[in-house]
């Protein structure tokens, strides 16, 4: 098993920055990937960033790229994702989520709607942004 508990949610205006957090633990080998996803209301789950845990390759959503930074701390197994400049369209809850690279691909994050199945989320945090 493997437990993730997400940190850093708020409320920022538009063009403010946040940081989420994502402490990790539990079953190593579950989490060759972590990575966040999203859902806002109404809307279908979204994945946002992604990070394989052996080397920090990094992927984003386009919506995302040049605003968010995904990184990691190893040593304390935490996730990071940076958020800059953030839009009302990133209203959303935000959750960590770990499991396998196949093929190269970080499935909970290119799969989200599937991520109970591949793998482990967390009970997430809410990000607002308001204009």
């Known amino acids: 098993q493997v437990q993730l508990v997400e940190h850093g949610g708020g409320s920022v205006q538009v063009g403010g920055s946040l940081r989420l957090s994502c402490v990790a633990s539990?079953?190593?080998?579950?989490?060759?990937?972590m990575g966040w996803i999203r859902q806002a209301p109404g809307k279908e789950r979204e994945g946002v960033a992604a990070?394989?845990?052996?080397?920090?390759?990094?992927y984003y959503v386009d919506s995302v790229k040049g605003r968010f930074t995904i990184s990691q701390d190893n040593a304390k197994n935490i996730v990071y994702l940076q958020m800059n400049s953030l839009k009302p369209e990133d209203t959303a809850m935000y959750y960590c989520?770990?499991?396998?690279?196949?093929?190269?691909?970080?499935?909970?994050?290119?799969?989200?709607?599937?991520?109970?199945?591949?793998?482990?989320w967390g009970q997430g945090t809410q990000v607002n942004v308001s204009s």
């Open positions: 989520a770990a499991g396998p690279v196949r093929q190269g691909i970080c499935t909970v994050v290119a799969f989200p709607k599937d991520v109970a199945d591949l793998g482990y």
């Open positions: 539990g079953y190593t080998n579950g989490r060759s990937c």
């Open positions: 990070i394989h845990t052996s080397d920090g390759t990094a």
